[in-house]
């Protein structure tokens, strides 16, 4: 992708996160069921989260996954089954 090309996806990118932002709780929790999904499929949706991951302290990842279970009302084992099977998803497609 050109320089040129990659500055306008990125600017879209943030403008669309501007967008999502300035929505009502409601709307954000409806767009992510939604696109979430979708996002989590790709390498780059696997890789972002493989790199927050790493970035994050042992107190953040537990109040991340106590959030996951919360929302997904799973018990923890379930919530941490899940984002531990992106991390080696994502992993494993950076071997291949």
């Known amino acids: 992708m050109s320089v040129v090309r990659w500055g306008m996806a990125t600017s879209k990118v ?17 767009l992510a069921q939604e696109v979430l999904p979708v996002l989590l499929g ?3 949706g696997l890789e972002a989260i493989d790199r927050a991951l790493t970035t994050l302290s042992d107190e953040e990842l537990d109040a991340l996954i106590e959030r996951a279970r919360a929302q997904a009302d799973l018990p923890e084992t379930a ?13 494993t497609q950076s071997r291949s």
């Open 42 to 44: 790709t390498r780059a």
């Open 14 to 30: 943030r403008a669309l996160a501007e967008q999502i932002r300035a929505l009502p709780d409601a709307d954000q929790q409806a």
């Open 79 to 91: 919530a941490a089954a899940v984002i531990g099977e992106a991390v080696r998803a994502v992993r």
